[in-house]
């Protein structure tokens, strides 16, 4: 008999520290890690590199099959880094401006369902943590354990602020807690696979939390399920 994979899955709005603590799960228990977004972001980008309009499903759709993207982590680096067609876009992927053409493609029906094997391919023993909108509620159902990590939209801002500083970029709180409201707006409104806790979902809220203090509450989790 194949032993089924175990997955946590995290979903929750930009900000609320879904990126760190899955990092942090993944190399605590030694499992994969899926990062949906940058699937997302990388999308976006390609579609602005080759001058198509966000809304222009039919090439967005073709162009989310034959995406040419590569992961890679390296020892002693911050995260994974991505390639789209050979060049290493991590950086660029980053910012707010990508987020939000993300934003726009993940609104593509036909899009979504042209990724979903790409995330599914991720579920590989020992075990996958899986970040994103819809990790419970669509591309891993089944999951033993689902997550829907929140924070307050001025705590999210003040993190995405402090993360484009350590990045070497530059941020304007006030912009920035404008353009979190909107995404969430966005992920939230839409018709195809909108983010919304799982039925099933334990919801965390990070506002007061530590990243360290998210984890444990997950760890925790899982071992109670027998899932560790
Ligand atoms: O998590 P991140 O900020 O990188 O995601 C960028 C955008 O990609 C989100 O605002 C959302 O619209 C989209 N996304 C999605 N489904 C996922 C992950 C991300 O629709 N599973």
């Known amino acids: 008999m194949t032993k089924s994979v175990p997955i946590i899955t995290v979903d929750g709005p930009g900000g609320a ?5 899955c990092k942090q799960i993944a190399e605590t228990l030694s499992w994969h890690l899926l ?10 980008l390609s579609a602005i590199n080759h001058h198509v309009a966000l809304d222009n499903e039919a090439a967005i759709e073709v162009m989310a099959s034959a ?11 911050k995260g994974i880094r991505a390639f789209l067609e050979g060049d290493d876009v991590t950086a660029e992927l980053r910012s707010e401006d990508v987020g939000m053409a993300a934003s726009k493609v ?13 995330q599914r391919a991720f579920a590989e023993l020992p075990g996958l943590v899986a970040d994103g909108r819809d990790m419970g509620t669509v591309v891993f159902k089944h999951a033993p354990l689902k997550i829907y990590l929140t924070a307050s939209v001025a705590e999210r801002a003040k993190r995405r602020y402090k993360q484009l500083l350590e990045n070497g ?14 995404r969430d707006r966005a992920d939230m409104g839409r018709s195809v ?36």
């Open 35 to 44: 990062d949906s977004g940058m699937l997302y972001r990388l999308l976006a």
């Open 17 to 21: 520290g879904k990126g760190a603590v």
């Open 169 to 182: 970029q530059s941020g304007n709180l006030a912009r920035l807690t404008e353009a979190i409201g909107a």
């Open 67 to 77: 995406l040419d993207v590569q992961f890679a982590s390296a020892a002693g680096q």
């Open 193 to 228: 696979s909108p983010l919304c806790p799982a039925e099933d979902a334990l919801i965390v809220d990070s506002t007061a939390l530590s990243i360290d203090q998210v984890c444990e509450t997950i760890i925790s989790e899982a071992k109670s399920r027998l899932l560790i």
């Open 106 to 118: 993940a609104v593509i029906a036909s899009a979504r369902l042209a990724l979903l094997a790409r």
